[in-house]
């Protein structure tokens, strides 16, 4: 298998014909896509290509940007008075599904804020599945709601699970989260028993405040045949400074963990982002990695784009500039014609390399 595990087609050629939208009256969400389009053109299934010819074709949907934590590397300072409304499920599944038949889309992560604090998951899930059958489609979570969701989300239709862990000594995943790490290792327990294939556990480092439990995570991680990786701190958003002033490039986490494991380097495959270590070590054995967005940017692997609850687009994590796609709903009708000029723009502008120019935060990019 290659490194892209599902390199699957989707969507041939269509006519989407205009139609008055058949919403259910239900909050539950359904997919119309193409009978609620405005567009009478035929689409052909044509990738998004930027302009320097990296295919976009991975989609990171924040579906909330609300969360039950309070990261000191995220800090989240949403006013909920200066919040714009968000799309609606209905409009993130048919914009989805336009992108699944039309644009190539390939990988769909659901994030937020917490994703498992969106009221209707569950059906959103469903319908998303429902539209876009043969889509790989994870979530990234910190696990606090899972213990009690693990088994429905695996039945709607979620294939693989990334969940944040910044410590596992209790008083420091406090401090640094404001959360009780009891509850995350419940979550990855029922993730586990419901499942999933095994989760990939991921920990921003920052110096002094849980640098210190590196090894103490990544033995924890091993014993459970979790792969974990260790971030480098962005410095965008609201922490951008804290996040500078705490910052531990890789080369240290690298040696952190060399000082106590023996690393075996991994063959890189191709849209990785993390460096990966196989550490066999006797009665210690597993896959470390390690993912250097700052000091050995990937960007030029780059396929992804995000977009935010509230309906913006932004072709790169590290570079403000965003297109708004809320406004290709009108009346309720989905414009896919709109949704196409805008999106080839946007990405077509896309920067080789980001700029760090980024004032939003990370709770409402997604990660
Ligand atoms: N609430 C979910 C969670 O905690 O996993 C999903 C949203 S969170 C914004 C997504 C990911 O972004 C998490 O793994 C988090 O650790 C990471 N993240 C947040 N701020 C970051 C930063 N400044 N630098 C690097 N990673 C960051």
Not at 47 to 73: F, K, M, Q, W
Not at 326 to 349: H, N, P, T
Request: proline fraction near 5%.
């Amino acid at each position: 298998m290659t490194c892209l595990e599902h390199d699957i087609g989707a969507g041939d050629a269509t006519i989407a014909i205009g139609n008055t939208a058949e919403r259910m009256a239900s909050d539950v969400p359904r997919f119309h896509t193409s009978r609620s389009s405005l567009s009478l053109t035929v689409h052909a299934n044509r990738p998004l290509i930027d302009g320097h010819g990296r295919t976009i074709d991975h989609l990171r949907l924040s579906v909330t940007s609300a969360c039950n934590l309070r990261c000191l590397y995220c800090r989240p300072t949403i006013r909920t008075s200066a919040c714009r409304a968000d799309l609606s499920d209905a409009q993130r599944v048919e914009l989805v599904k336009h992108l699944y038949d039309h644009r190539g889309l390939r990988q769909l992560r659901l994030t937020g804020g917490e994703p498992l604090m969106h009221p209707a998951i569950i059906p959103l899930i469903e319908s998303l599945r429902h539209a876009a059958p043969l889509l790989p489609l994870a979530m990234t979570t910190n696990a606090l709601f899972l213990a009690s969701m693990a088994v429905r989300l695996r039945e709607a239709g979620i294939d693989r699970l990334n969940i944040s862990l910044d410590a596992i000594d209790p008083s420091r995943y406090r401090a640094l989260t404001g959360g009780r790490v009891e509850d995350a290792i419940r979550g990855i327990d029922a993730a586990l028993a419901a499942g999933f294939p095994s989760p990939k556990l991921n920990t921003v480092v920052l110096d002094g405040i849980n640098d210190d439990q590196i090894i103490e995570l990544a033995r924890w991680a091993m014993e459970r045949a979790l792969e974990i990786r260790f971030l480098e701190a962005m410095p965008i958003g609201p922490a951008a400074e804290f996040n500078r002033k705490h910052f531990v490039p890789a080369r240290r986490m690298k040696a952190i963990l060399a000082s106590h494991f023996r690393l075996a380097p991994l063959e890189h495959c191709d849209g990785e982002t993390a460096m990966r270590y196989v550490v066999n070590d006797g009665s210690v054995r597993g896959t470390i990695g390690i993912i250097a967005p700052i000091s050995e940017s990937f960007c030029g692997q780059c396929r992804r784009m995000r977009l935010t609850a509230d309906g913006k687009l932004f072709p790169c994590l590290l570079d403000s500039r965003h297109i708004d796609l809320k406004d290709c709903w009108q009346e309720g009708i989905f414009d896919s014609d709109a949704v196409d000029r805008l999106i080839e723009q946007a990405i077509f502008g896309k920067n080789a390399h980001g700029s760090l120019h980024q004032q939003t935060g990370m709770i409402t990019l997604g990660g």
